[in-house]
């Protein structure tokens, strides 16, 4: 369970930090105990929130009055917890412990806390994490399921207990001594860490792009599947666009965590469940996909296959997805053989699984030492034989 929560603090999203993972487990397993420790092991402050414990104010809900000349207003002041993540620079893991417990204002107030890292009307900052933990109904004092929409904006992970060999290895580790934030586990810097990701990302979110884009391109029905209000997988984890997303950050975690196979479902089925996660990757396996790098830079030959329309949509849009990355090695020369695979796919009549890659290389052709897209005779011949179908879809201009 280390890697999965380790993967889940270093992933970048268009949020910030981080991947809001709610882990599921019986009391006393040692949810708490072990995200803790991984979180002070790379010298993140971790600050828990128990809703039951701490209280609507914990969660920025309380209204206070305030004057300002002959007017009164009424003001949400910021919970003092938060002082001690502004010691930190905001680098942190915000711990939701018991979250399924939370009731009255508190409830809302969770979706701006793991949505949009707000309490109270502060925004956090990108480099403060959310997780959570929840027993199940039954184990919960005043538990209960989770609102559809708090459920579909969390992934989740159903916590796999230590063994007895790793839950006495921790006992006999201990010296006796208290500490609150220490961790058993070896200490690493979380900057170096946030660093050598976003070094490594670019590839692997290409990827993950690609792949996911090309799955759901042609099984559309898998984008958006809300469960019935009467089953309990309306709680959990199911597809949506936003946990789609979700899962595609993950996708790519998993490559710069060089997480294996198991851990791999785990982190995609967290947000879209088992389902459409198991089918995505058994869809996967059957494609053999090369990297967008060695299709770009020559290194593997890639050839448009009109019996498998899955195959060059998945390329066409990882490639795209990796020369759009203004951190892309030798976006130049990647550019223009974008180009000219695109070239290739058009004169073999594939028009529509060239528009959506051949938009995002366009809107990324004009950049600094590159060559304008007026200036670009292949991407211009590309977007000339495009213009048609574009202007039918509602693209054009």
Known sequence: MHDIIKAAIFTPTYKGWGLPLLFWGEPGVAKSDIIEDVGHSYGLHVEVLSPGERGEGAFGVTPMPVARGKTHYITYPAPEWLLKLEEHDGRGIVFVDELNTAQGSAKPALLGLIQAKRIGGEYLGALTRVMGAANPPDDAADGSDLPASTANRLGHVQWRAPSVQAWSQWLMALDGSPSAASSSLPQHSAALEEQRVLAEWAEPF??????????????????????????????????????????????????????????????????????????????????????????????????????????????????????????????????????????????????????????????????????????????????AALHPAMKAAGYAG
């Open 206 to 383: 290409a990827a993950a792009r690609g792949l996911v884009t090309g799955f759901l391109g042609g099984k559309s029905g898998q984008l958006h599947q809300k469960p019935s209000m009467d089953s309990p997988e309306l709680s959990r984890a199911w597809p949506s666009r936003r946990t789609w997303y979700l899962a595609t950050c993950a996708l790519a975690s998993c490559g710069v965590h060089s997480l294996k196979d198991e851990a791999r479902l785990t982190m995609l089925k967290a947000f879209v469940g088992k389902s459409a996660a198991e089918e995505l990757l058994k869809w996967e396996a059957s494609l053999d996909l090369p990297l967008a790098s060695d299709v770009l830079d020559g290194h593997v030959a890639f050839e448009h296959d009109p019996t498998r329309l899955d195959i060059t949509r998945a390329v066409l849009n990882s490639c795209a997805a990796l020369v759009a990355d203004p951190k892309c090695a030798d976006r130049a020369a990647r550019l223009d053989a974008m180009w000219g695979i695109l070239a290739a796919v058009v004169d073999a009549r594939a028009v529509d699984l060239a528009m959506q890659a051949a938009r995002v290389v366009a809107r990324a052709q004009p950049f600094d030492g590159g060559k304008r897209l007026s200036d670009h005779k292949v991407g211009q011949k590309v977007l």
